[in-house]
């Protein structure tokens, strides 16, 4: 059965600081993965996905790398702003569903 | 607006009643997800569709859920005798043929059982 963990569950940061969140999955028969972001009471925005056969996608600040053998994945992000605070979703894609990790809440403070 | 909407944003209900949400996918994509997310969790899975054809169930839809997609384009999802444990935020994703493309996420429902 596929399970997906997200490392650190929460996490507080001034303005401007790098950070990598991380996602690790127990199977590694996957098709993609992808990154989103969810605020407070809102849907899901889709961030980034990475294809299997993939190793990396990156979108302005975002970048995301995928280890599909040791079942991990991070997402970094560079010099990080306010208004990146939410909780960021990893979800691996198995056969024609997504599983989900639990998120990290990221808050980040002027 | 060409993204996936839901209908209602909202619903607050009383236990033992019926609730209906729909969801409206992106126009042409042929398959539709749902859902469920409880407070601090992610969303779980419950079932999926490919055009009017219910693919998959999850164990979490008991038979107290149903869903359909009548003609392949929106689909409803009932919970009959809500239970409190209902309560949760109810998701829909909609997907374009091919393997590799991605689900887009409409905006959620989210259901308050007194």
């Known amino acids: 059965k596929q399970e997906v963990t997200q490392i650190p569950a929460a996490l507080s940061v001034p303005e401007g600081e790098n950070l990598v969140l991380n996602c690790s999955f127990t199977d590694s028969a996957i098709y993609n993965l992808q990154w989103f972001r969810q605020d407070p009471g809102k849907g899901l925005t889709s961030l980034l996905l990475?294809?299997?056969?993939?190793r990396e996608q990156t979108s302005g600040r975002l970048n995301a790398s995928l280890d599909k053998s040791s079942g991990r994945s991070t997402l970094y992000i560079a010099a990080s702003q306010p208004g990146d605070s939410a909780t960021y979703l990893c979800a691996v894609r198995v056969t024609d569903k997504l599983i989900f990790g639990t998120g990290t809440r990221l808050q980040v403070f002027p | 607006d060409t993204g996936v909407s839901q209908n209602p944003r909202h619903k607050i209900t009383k236990r033992g009643q019926n609730v209906t949400f729909r969801c409206d996918p992106i126009?042409?994509?042929?398959?539709l997800y749902w859902y469920r997310q409880t407070l601090g969790q992610g969303p779980e899975f419950l079932t999926y569709f490919q055009n009017e054809a219910q693919l998959e169930k999850s164990r979490l839809l008991s038979d107290r859920f149903s869903a359909e997609r009548p003609k392949g384009s929106f689909s409803t999802l009932e919970i009959q005798r809500t239970e409190q444990g209902d309560s949760a935020m109810y998701l829909c994703?909609?997907?374009?043929?091919?393997?590799?493309?991605?689900?887009?996420f409409g905006p959620g429902t989210r259901l308050t059982v007194l």
């Open positions: 994703a909609s997907r374009p043929p091919g393997l590799e493309n991605e689900q887009f």
């Open positions: 126009s042409e994509h042929n398959r």
């Open positions: 990475i294809q299997s056969s993939q």
